[in-house]
């Protein structure tokens, strides 16, 4: 179930956001505790000046294809020239940094156990990093922001987002729009259904959620939360990120970044082209035959695409060969086991 319609389950709900979700009796995901007294916050300055850090979940049921073609972790994945999806997520934490007026603002990245531990920038600006493996496999979303939250004031928060996607909109601009309602929880919905992955948490509600046991951020811990505290859901008409877990998604999100960088009208048309390249990503240590054709694909570090070959909407993994002249179309290309 997604955010909006676990909004649409709590509350009636209107088109203008910031929509509240539901407020009023205890809720299942409480710890039975009374809650405690926060101080009011009279202006969206305020919530701005007590958000203390990022917190990217990295974490994945499974590997999917794209996962086990790169060898690597899914946030290595380039998305500019020279610029990783972490190091992406670094300059929009940076810049977060200046708007809360933080000399280096936290950033912390969940992982699973036994995964890829994704390489951190080594030039940073304004942003400390910290990757953190997720020893308890049986916690959940939930349990493992309520973990984290013991580490911060009740009347602080965090920004709280997926960290396997690409940001269409600038995240210091989204956290201002979070920070509007100056609600408990806001979070970031978008209209067409693509999935979202951004919400402002205050601390005190997460340190509320159980201290064991498995626990979903929004199937559990969400719904409850509505019921003691404001919950605002801010509208979205245009995706504000794009998820990253299989080739298509990729894609998708490259051609859909490499467009609004130059018509965001055209990147949000459903009747957008596409026979024409977008970009075309080919990171050092790869080898590409000078006249190989790259059409809207990635051919990473010790993959290699022969003369004459065309590669359309794909990803070469480390080992991975396209032959000289062979054209080939939405695939994964992994070293042969």
Same mark, same amino acid.
């Given at each position: 179930?997604?955010?909006?319609?676990?909004?649409?389950?709590?509350?009636?709900?209107?088109?203008?956001?910031?929509?509240?979700?539901?407020?009023?009796?205890?809720?299942?995901?409480?710890?039975?505790?009374?809650?405690?007294?926060?101080?009011?916050?009279?202006?969206?300055? $305020?919530?701005?000046?007590?958000?203390?850090?990022? +917190?990217?979940?990295?974490?994945?049921?499974?590997?999917?294809? =794209?996962?086990?073609?790169?060898?690597?972790?899914?946030?290595?994945?380039?998305?500019?020239?020279?610029?990783?999806?972490?190091?992406?997520?670094?300059?929009?934490?940076?810049?977060?940094?200046?708007?809360?007026?933080?000399?280096?603002?936290?950033?912390?990245?969940?992982?699973?156990?036994?995964?890829?531990?994704?390489?951190?920038?080594?030039?940073?600006?304004?942003?400390?990093?910290?990757?953190?493996?997720?020893?308890?496999?049986?916690?959940?979303?939930?349990?493992?922001?309520?973990?984290?939250?013991?580490?911060?004031?009740?009347?602080?928060?965090?920004? +709280?987002?997926?960290?396997?996607?690409?940001?269409?909109?600038?995240?210091?601009?989204?956290?201002?729009?979070?920070?509007?309602?100056?609600?408990?929880?806001?979070?970031?919905?978008?209209?067409?259904?693509?999935?979202?992955?951004?919400?402002?948490?205050?601390?005190?509600?997460?340190?509320?959620?159980?201290?064991?046991?498995?626990?979903?951020?929004?199937?559990?811990?969400?719904?409850?939360?509505?019921?003691?505290?404001?919950?605002?859901?801010?509208?979205?008409?245009?995706?504000?990120?794009?998820?990253?877990?299989?080739?298509?998604?990729?894609?998708?999100?490259?051609?859909?970044?490499?467009?609004?960088?130059?018509?965001?009208?055209?990147?949000?048309?459903?009747?957008?082209?596409?026979?024409?390249?977008?970009?075309?990503?080919?990171?050092?240590?790869?080898?590409?035959?000078?006249? $190989?054709?790259?059409?809207?694909?990635?051919?990473?570090?010790?993959?290699?695409?022969?003369?004459?070959?065309? =590669?359309?909407?794909?990803?070469?993994?480390?080992?991975?060969?396209?032959?000289?002249?062979?054209?080939?179309?939405?695939?994964?290309?992994?070293?042969?086991?």
């Amino acid at each position: 179930m997604n955010v909006t319609s676990v909004h649409q389950r709590m509350h009636n709900t209107k088109p203008t956001p910031p929509t509240p979700v539901g407020s009023g009796a205890s809720g299942a995901a409480s710890n039975g505790a009374s809650p405690a007294p926060v101080a009011s916050l009279a202006t969206a300055d $305020a919530v701005l000046s007590r958000v203390r850090g990022v +917190v990217l979940l990295a974490g994945t049921m499974r590997v999917s294809e =794209l996962g086990e073609a790169i060898q690597r972790s899914m946030l290595d994945l380039p998305i500019r020239a020279g610029q990783s999806m972490l190091a992406g997520w670094c300059e929009q934490v940076a810049t977060l940094g200046a708007l809360i007026n933080v000399e280096r603002c936290e950033l912390r990245v969940r992982i699973n156990e036994g995964v890829h531990r994704p390489t951190v920038p080594k030039k940073l600006n304004r942003v400390a990093v910290d990757v953190e493996v997720d020893t308890s496999a049986y916690r959940g979303s939930g349990g493992v922001l309520r973990d984290i939250a013991q580490d911060f004031d009740d009347d602080q928060y965090l920004l +709280v987002a997926n960290a396997a996607q690409v940001l269409l909109e600038p995240l210091a601009d989204l956290v201002k729009a979070l920070a509007e309602p100056q609600a408990a929880v806001s979070l970031v919905s978008h209209r067409d259904g693509t999935p979202s992955g951004v919400m402002l948490i205050r601390c005190d509600v997460l340190k509320r959620l159980p201290a064991v046991g498995f626990i979903d951020l929004k199937e559990q811990a969400l719904p409850g939360i509505a019921r003691e505290h404001d919950v605002r859901v801010l509208h979205r008409d245009r995706p504000t990120g794009l998820p990253v877990r299989t080739l298509a998604n990729y894609i998708t999100a490259l051609q859909t970044l490499y467009r609004s960088a130059k018509n965001a009208d055209e990147a949000a048309s459903p009747f957008v082209e596409d026979w024409q390249s977008t970009f075309a990503l080919i990171e050092p240590g790869a080898e590409v035959g000078d006249s $190989a054709r790259i059409h809207d694909s990635i051919v990473l570090d010790g993959g290699r695409v022969g003369d004459g070959a065309v =590669l359309v909407r794909g990803v070469v993994g480390p080992g991975g060969v396209v032959a000289a002249n062979r054209t080939m179309v939405d695939c994964v290309v992994q070293a042969k086991k």
